[in-house]
């Protein structure tokens, strides 16, 4: 068992290097000069050359990468192209942050998707199944920028209950903290049910299907709400186990989520970059964003073989 | 009882006269109420903080609250006494001679001398000194400290816009033995104006605290102010409304009617020094003609850009570039605000031009002005037989791939002038060769001419030339003006005596107070 | 037949939503011919107004017609989404059956990499793409595709593993059947089922993926209109005129609700098991 522990940790080490090599050439082949971003109309040849010197910008690739990668693995992200301010601690402030969108917006989901993956499945074939199939699309097709859009209309300008965005940390304010996440999470965990919904559905089915007739037999009189937590109960780690996966995309969908409702993490700092061209801040966001993907999916690859090692999430 | 009564009447006078004397002291004291924190929003992070290293219009507006600039320009641009209390200027013109104020210091305690002045002139003056506006300095030969007090530029050629230079952001006094220590000025800025700088923090703010040892005594009077950085326009207003931001001179034009009708905001938006302008490129096809230039520049209805893309808060530009409120204004109204069709077709004839190929229009995506205006434009062009192609892309590619090689058949940009001399308005712009004309056309005549208004010795003299200028401008149509966006400025009621200046900048904010 | 004799549970999706998808694809295919305006056609006398007579989904803040910016919008996205499906199917399919056929150190490789590139999260490497590549359509459509090749190369892997794994395939080879002949003939068919599937439900995510590249500034620009866009443009005026934001919004969702239900159904058609 360890030694499968071993085997899944140590694959996570280079898919993280080539990760981090891919994103790196990426952001260093985007073209329209930074400096020409960080210096404005007025920059002279000789101030961008200046520039790109200062920032080892005309040196190969290669050389550049062993760099920034040397740095990285310390927590030192290098100083932005906008203003010489030093990335990391920017980001050590914006991925808790992040992280707190996405699990708050997975809670949500997995709110949503328990309870009707769960009806869905003890229906299976029947009307409930198909309209909470109907659903699950319905919840999936959502664009969540759009649900967002439409979020923020609603309560925050009609009715005036939530602010339109930002974000105040739990620590200074929990109400406004709160107050602030109720909408992205909802939209995101929403979107994210679609497939959640799915998921449980087809556990509860695979469950039924290997259990129900043991279970029924052993227990004399079928007693329903047995049954039920029983199969809940069994069903809750294959749902977890592929749920999680879901949870990938969630981070990606922050990106954009956090642009809505101008929410200081991680995904809108990629956006930033991006538009300003400040290449060391694109890399050290995406580089974020890709890390704690990997994690993730790690981490619940590991708990899924301690809990059953039978169930090894190959090609998944 | 007479005696009494005098002496009741003299001391009635004499405490009379007392309370007259006293009043205009208390009626000053009454004038500004201290304290309170000014909030502002803006819409971008600053470069950095070093006079001769910020080049972004939001590292200037930090900059000239933290630092002090020998002159200071007041509400409507005039110039007036800042860390030097004098100056005069040689009768040849070719020399410049400062007055020190006594007593100034530097936030960090040290004094401010004659021998800071030189050293902030020597970091910038160098050609390879990487200073984005050397062009304000390169006519000056050298500074030389005359005593502690006094300081004198000498300079090779007359130069006209001197006393504004000598206010603008960029040529703020820093701190010499500091630096030569190597304090990075770039990030934490030691200067010697109204506000301490306390802290920046990227995409979020920047906060100032009052300098209590401000050489204008009774300024400033908020105890600190917040520069917040709010990227998304809609929040800004939003901001406003609710009255977490009090004050604002980037309001988007699409909220402005609605943020200035809210209760409890003045709206102190005034015409500045932001005007837009079309570039054509000179070299590419039809365009080379002046007739077919000025026929474009005829056809547009700067009326419906106006309203379109600034929702009505622009002056539409019906001559020359300088705006009606600066002194060089030539009033040569020569485009009808929404335009004149059969008046550019005729000029077409006039150039035996039928429009066939199609061109490309190319603007910065980036810009929602630009945005809003390409389609009008589109449309403009259309009505007398130009295709125009749209062609977008963001900035940072823009500078590369289209500005820098001057690729594109036509484009727009704007510039905010933060200078308030006409030369800033025209020479960049008309010059035949320069970082920031890019059109491959421009005269000779009116390079010479630009150069000579420069350098004229009086005001008098600056002022025909440029007419001339801009009166060859509009014959050249080098580039085609469009409008002058407004600089909207909304802020509570709170606020007093703050006088919005034209050029944007926020040097008055040191004269304002919260009640 | 009779409507009692139809297999609703096997067909019945396919029916109900191939006709709303046809529906959808002749619009956008006529959009020139059907628009009621140009969508360049700007009128800043009526701009920001809403739903009227004349303008059925009201102006934009140019005062061009929302309605038909909405139609021509749809052509767009429908047209990258099948580009980019196509894009991603094609060279997914050839990876996968690469993989497949040779095995061993290219399968490991090949398969290694797509599982790099498929942990990154689909927007944030379309973002870098696009902002590669540069934004223009065409972009967003190559973006895209590139971003759809590991799901299909996938795919189409495991099911050509399936296929190979099966005895009369061994005989063929025993009997001299060149390689290629054997993909075509036998790989290829079993293929096509599962990618059209997977196909439908991409193409959606396409049409999704394009609308928030396009919101984010990256994808299509202004002035052609594009679904996401007009929602982000929409944005700024929310206040005054929502229905520049909501009407867009609207019939992206219905697009792509629409195009995922007709997965859903395909997947009943070919293998009513799948569902489960």
């Known amino acids: 068992m360890l030694r499968l522990v071993l085997i899944r940790l140590a694959s996570f080490v280079p898919t993280l290097f080539v990760a981090s090599v891919i994103l790196f050439v990426a952001v260093n082949v985007v073209p329209g000069s930074a400096a020409r971003s960080a210096l404005g109309i007025q920059a002279t040849p000789q101030a961008i050359m200046r520039f790109e010197h200062l920032h080892g910008l005309d040196r190969p690739m290669a050389l550049q990468y062993v760099e920034w990668a040397a740095k990285a693995l310390v927590g030192d992200f290098g100083k932005s192209f906008q203003n010489a301010v030093a990335v990391g601690p920017e980001i050590r402030k914006r991925v808790p942050v992040t992280l707190e969108l996405a699990a708050i917006a997975f809670v949500v989901a997995i709110f949503i998707s328990v309870p009707l993956g769960a009806l869905a499945g003890f229906c299976h074939q029947r009307g409930a199944d198909v309209v909470v199939t109907t659903l699950a699309t319905l919840f999936g097709s959502t664009p969540s920028f759009w649900l967002a859009t439409l979020l923020i209309y609603g309560f925050a300008l009609q009715l005036g209950w939530l602010p339109t965005g930002g974000y105040t940390a739990f620590s200074l304010d929990p109400i406004a903290n709160i107050k602030g996440m109720l909408m992205p999470c909802i939209a995101l965990g929403i979107v994210s049910s679609g497939l959640l919904i799915r998921i449980m559905r087809t556990a509860v089915i695979e469950v039924m299907a290997a259990n129900f007739i043991e279970t029924a037999r052993s227990k004399g009189v079928s007693n329903f709400r047995l049954v039920t937590a029983h199969v809940l109960r069994n069903a809750m780690i294959p749902f977890l186990t592929v749920g999680a996966v879901e949870f990938g995309f969630l981070v990606g969908s922050v990106v954009i989520i956090e642009d809505v409702f101008r929410i200081p993490g991680v995904g809108s700092l990629v956006l930033v970059g991006i538009i300003n061209r400040d290449y060391p801040v694109l890399l050290a966001a995406a580089m974020s964003i890709t890390v704690i993907v990997l994690i993730i999916n790690l981490l619940v690859d590991l708990a899924a073989q301690m809990i059953d090692p039978r169930q090894v999430r190959t090609g998944h | ?515 | 037949m009779l409507m009692t004799d139809f297999n609703w549970r096997r067909y019945g999706l396919v029916a109900g939503t191939a006709p709303v998808v046809v529906i959808i694809l002749v619009t956008a295919g006529l959009a020139p011919l059907i628009v009621p305006y140009s969508p360049y056609d700007l009128d800043v006398m009526v701009m920001l107004q809403g739903p009227t007579a004349s303008h059925l989904m009201g102006t934009d803040e140019l005062g061009r017609d929302v309605l038909s910016r909405v139609i021509h919008a749809a052509r767009l996205s429908i047209t990258v989404g099948l580009v980019a499906v196509l894009i991603g199917s094609f060279c997914g399919t050839i990876v996968g059956i690469i993989a497949a056929h040779f095995g061993g150190l290219v399968d490991a490789i090949l398969m290694r990499f797509m599982d790099i590139v498929f942990c990154f999260p689909a927007i944030l490497l379309a973002v870098i793409l696009m902002a590669n590549l540069g934004t223009s359509i065409l972009n967003a459509m190559l973006a895209i595709g590139i971003i759809f090749i590991p799901g299909f190369a996938r795919l189409t892997r495991a099911v050509a593993q399936t296929v190979q794994r099966q005895s009369f395939l061994e005989a063929a080879i025993c009997l001299g059947m060149p390689g290629y002949r054997i993909v075509f003939r036998e790989i290829l068919p079993n293929v096509i089922g599962p990618v059209l599937v997977e196909a439908a439900v991409a193409f959606s995510y396409a049409v999704l993926l394009e609308s928030a590249l396009s919101f984010l500034g990256l994808g299509a620009q202004p002035p052609e209109p594009s679904w996401g866009n007009m929602i982000n443009t929409g944005r700024g005026f929310i206040d005054q005129a929502p229905w520049i934001s909501l009407a867009p919004g609207a019939a992206l969702f219905f697009t792509v609700f629409s195009f995922n239900l007709l997965g859903d159904g395909l997947r009943d058609v070919l293998d009513p098991k799948l569902n489960d």
């Not at chain 2, 005829?298 to 001559?319: C, D, E, K, S, Y």
């Not at chain 2, 440029?466 to 050249?476: A, C, I, T």
Request: aromatic share 10%; glycine share 8%; no cysteine.
């Open chain 2, 1 to 515: 009882m007479r005696l009494e009564n005098y002496l009741r009447l003299g001391f009635v006078s004499l405490f009379g006269m007392a309370i007259g004397a006293g009043l205009p002291y208390t009626v000053l004291a009454q004038e500004g109420k201290y304290g309170g924190t000014l909030v502002t929003a803006f819409s971008a992070d600053p470069g950095g903080f070093d006079p001769a290293r910020g080049p972004s219009g939001m590292s200037h507006v930090v900059i000239e609250q933290i630092y002090g600039t020998l002159i200071n320009l007041d509400a409507d641009a005039q110039p007036y006494a800042g860390l030097s209390e004098s100056w005069t200027q040689a009768a040849d013109g070719l020399s410049w001679t400062f007055k020190l104020r006594e007593g100034l210091t530097f936030h960090n305690g040290e004094a401010l001398t004659a021998e800071d002045v030189v050293y902030t002139f020597e970091r910038i003056m160098p050609e390879d000194s990487g200073y984005a506006y050397r062009s304000q300095v390169e006519t000056i030969d050298e500074v030389v400290a005359i005593d502690e007090l006094t300081v004198e530029f000498r300079l090779n050629r007359v130069t006209g816009p001197f006393e504004i230079y000598m206010a603008f952001p960029g040529s703020s006094i820093v701190p010499k033995d500091l630096l030569e220590s190597g304090h990075d000025l770039n990030a934490e800025p030691v200067g010697s104006g109204p506000f301490k700088f306390v802290s920046y923090t990227p995409r979020d703010s920047i906060q100032f605290v009052r300098n209590e040892n401000y050489y204008e005594t009774g300024r400033p009077y908020f105890d600190g102010m917040t520069y917040r950085i709010i990227a998304d326009p809609t929040a800004l207003s939003n901001g406003m409304k609710s009255g977490e931001i009090l004050f604002s001179n980037e309001v988007p034009p699409k909220d402005w009617n609605a943020v200035i009708s809210q209760p409890g905001i003045v709206n102190a938006a005034l015409e500045g020094s932001r005007y837009y302008w079309m570039i054509p490129n000179h070299e590419k096809g039809p365009l080379e003609n002046k007739l077919v230039r000025q026929a474009i520049g005829h056809a547009l209805n700067r009326q419906a850009i106006v309203r379109g893309a600034f929702f009505g808060q622009a002056t539409p530009i019906l001559g020359g570039v300088i705006p009606e409120w600066n002194w060089a204004y030539a009033g040569l109204d020569v485009f009808k605000p929404e335009g004149d069709i059969e008046k550019a077709k005729a000029l077409l004839a006039e150039a035996g031009v039928v429009p066939g190929t199609p061109l490309s229009l190319t603007m910065v995506s980036s810009w929602p002005p630009m945005m809003s205006m390409a389609p009008i434009i589109q449309a403009n062009l259309a009505q007398i037989g130009f295709t125009a192609q749209i062609d977008t892309m963001e900035v940072p590619r823009y500078w590369d791939e289209v500005w820098g090689p001057s690729k594109f058949d036509i484009t727009a940009m704007y510039w905010l002038s933060p200078l308030a001399d006409p030369d800033d308005f025209v020479t960049n712009t008309y010059a035949t060769a320069s970082s920031v004309s890019v059109h491959l056309g421009g005269t000779e005549e009116m390079d010479d001419l630009m150069l000579a208004a420069k350098s004229a010795v009086t005001i008098e003299e600056r002022k025909a030339l440029y007419r001339k200028q801009q009166e060859l401008s509009l014959e050249d149509m080098t580039v085609i003006p469009l409008v002058n966006g407004w600089v909207l400025t909304a802020h509570t009621d709170r606020l007093k005596n703050f006088k919005p200046m034209r050029t944007g900048f926020l040097k008055t904010l040191k004269d304002a107070w919260l009640e």
